[in-house]
């Protein structure tokens, strides 16, 4: 029998059904998703589905690819679920799960972005994701990295359902390989669709109010406006624009991307945004582990900053001295 699984061919002399292929292949049921010939395979059939002679199959996991603020802040909730800490961070970009674990760990984070791949059938005994960073621990959010249509978007998070039960997750779909801007047609479209389906959709879209009013009206439960491009570093480009979608927002406003430094994340809490995600800002740090725990603090300071209601700006200096009394 011949079998393609995650785009290679395989050839079997005996009739199998997909958990023998699996017992096979050394896979853990429970931590996988399975697509035949383009649909997706229940769990509860693993064990009964017989194969069929050229049968198309992916099988997918989990890759990398989410602190306790102060007493007077209430923390961050999104889709009814409460987070205490208002940093989200992803699990990509690390040199490998140990420092992936140990940076999530620094940052206090509680929730974290991850991507859906190809599980290695070649090398089966590649370390998983779920083995370092706790989905009994830390709230998973599966994403749709490097989709540029809502097709593409809807299949990856319909498989990361199915892999992990997770209905709350993080749609983009992009639109420019080089800026990777979102593609706000196709986020619309797929939004749409996963909201039918009962998904609870937070969405990486660009920072025009008239955008993300539409996502919100539409029932996406936490909107995403991009600081800068993907991976940047350059900081918030746009903080008017994000304070206006923010003014107008009745869920959670979440900056997703562009921050470099703690700076960049003490600005966005500041323009009163509810949370901030990063990946590159501390995988692709000197010491991503220091960083981690920089943004941890940065978060937190930009919160209580907001909280505090900064100062009247003025054109002129107003002395803190009193002038009375002068000699």
Partial sequence: MRLTINGETHQFENPLNLGQLLNILELDGTKVAIERNLE????????????QDGDKLEIVHFIGGGNSMVAEDDGLVVAGRKLNSRLIVGTGKYKDFEETKLAIEASGAEMVTVAVRRVNITDRKQPMLVDYVDPQKYVYLPNTAFCYTADEALRTLRLAREAGGWDLVKLEVLGHEKTLYPNMVETLKAARTLIDEGFKVMVYCSDDPIMCQELEDMGCVAIMPLGAPI???LGIQNPVGIGIIK???KVPVIVDAGVGTASDATIAMELGCDGVLMNTAIAHAKNPVLMAAAMKDAVKAGRKSFLAGR?????YADPSSPLA???
């Fill in 231 to 233: 991976g940047s570093g």
């Fill in 40 to 51: 997706i395979v229940p769990k509860s059939q693993y064990s009964s589905l017989e194969l």
């Fill in 311 to 315: 100062m009247e700006r003025k054109k």
């Fill in 247 to 249: 003014e107008q927002a």
């Fill in 325 to 327: 009394g002068l000699i």
